[in-house]
Nanobody, 115 residues
């Protein structure tokens, strides 16, 4: 099954930008729906964005117009470009890969938006 490793998290000021990457291995990447989810302390995990094998995208209302999900099938990598970051974006961000049969998760990367 798929293995996923997130990178690119860190500390950024409000209004700043970060680009998260999720490198995958062990599966046929091109057939997976990929997604980014996040979980803040004391809150449940929530969907941030998804991208299908056909490159259709879906975003949470809270990030529309600010975040962009993309995928590079040749590199077997999915990205999340985050612009105009807000303190409420602070969370651990998890990468997900899913088919009808399997559902795989990375270990997460911390994003902190603070002055």
């Amino acid at each position: 099954q798929m293995q996923l490793v997130e990178s690119g998290g860190g500390l950024v000021q409000p209004g700043g930008s970060l680009r998260l990457s999720c490198a995958t291995s062990g599966s046929i990447f091109s057939i997976y729906t990929m997604g980014w989810y996040r979980q803040a302390p004391g809150k449940q995990r929530e969907l941030v964005a998804t991208i299908t094998s056909g490159h259709s995208t879906n975003y949470a209302d809270s990030v529309k117009g600010r975040f962009t999900i993309s995928r590079d099938n040749a590199k077997k990598t999915v990205y999340l470009q985050m612009n105009s970051l807000k303190p409420e974006d602070t969370a651990v961000y998890y990468c997900n890969g899913r088919t009808r049969v399997v559902d795989s998760w990375g270990r997460g990367t911390q994003v902190t938006v603070s002055s």
